[in-house]
């Protein structure tokens, strides 16, 4: 006689392999920490451009800032620290070491297997803080640029996160209203502009990060 428990049935929206109530016809997934596992190369990649101006940035700040700008997390940690910097410059630098380290990226599986399960049954979008160029490569790289409907990166909008304007866009793009869509997100930036976009918004990150 068998002891093991029975396998449990995967609860929506806990479980990355539930399904997905039909009432949602649109999914937008960020890019960064949500599809591709970007994280550790972007931070190799923030501390070798900083650097160059003497500028700080702990880890923790740094995913503290997941999903915000480039441009504008250089402007804000500079303030603080009192150093003077051509942001823009410095973002296409931090921009550059990262693309060059592209080869070093790997999807996160939970994510992508989403994406897969639900393409041609639902529309289905990347809306990033990144910029796009960059977004497109990271996907390409990882082989899963070609699930996508439509590719939003920051400087297709205006506002970048916490802003909804990267969400809004994408599901204009893809022509399913706000509420209809989900937000997939690793970031708390994403996920507040998820909620101003008035979507439905799932953490990723239990999925793929040690259980506490």
């Not at 995967?10 to 949500?34: H, K, N, S, V």
């Not at 931070?43 to 915000?68: H, I, N, S």
């Not at 802003?163 to 994408?170: N, R, S, W």
């Amino acid at each position: 006689m068998s002891t093991s428990e029975p396998a449990k049935t995967p609860q929506w929206p806990r479980d990355w392999d539930a399904l997905i109530p039909q009432r949602f016809r649109g999914l937008i997934f960020d890019c960064d920490g949500t599809v591709v596992d970007t994280m550790p190369v972007h931070y190799m990649a923030w501390c070798k451009a900083l650097a160059q101006v003497k500028l700080r940035f702990p880890e923790d700040r740094f995913y503290g800032f997941a999903g915000a700008p480039s441009v504008k997390i250089i402007e804000i940690i500079a303030q603080e620290q009192g150093v003077q910097c051509d942001a823009e410059a410095l973002a296409h630098l931090k921009e550059k070491i990262y693309v060059e380290s592209l080869e070093n990226l790997e999807p996160i599986h939970s994510v992508v297997a989403i994406a897969r399960r639900e393409k041609g049954k639902r529309k289905l979008a990347v809306a990033s803080g990144g910029w796009k160029r960059v977004v497109k490569e990271s996907l390409t790289i990882v082989g899963v640029e070609d699930l996508f409907d439509a590719i939003v990166g920051a400087d297709d909008v205006e506002h970048g996160k916490p802003a909804p304007d990267v969400f809004l866009k994408a599901a204009q793009l893809i022509g399913v209203p706000p509420a209809e869509c989900i937000v997939y997100e690793d970031g708390d930036l994403g996920i507040e502009a998820a909620k101003r976009a008035n979507m439905h918004v799932i953490d990723v990150r239990p999925w793929y990060l040690p259980r506490k």
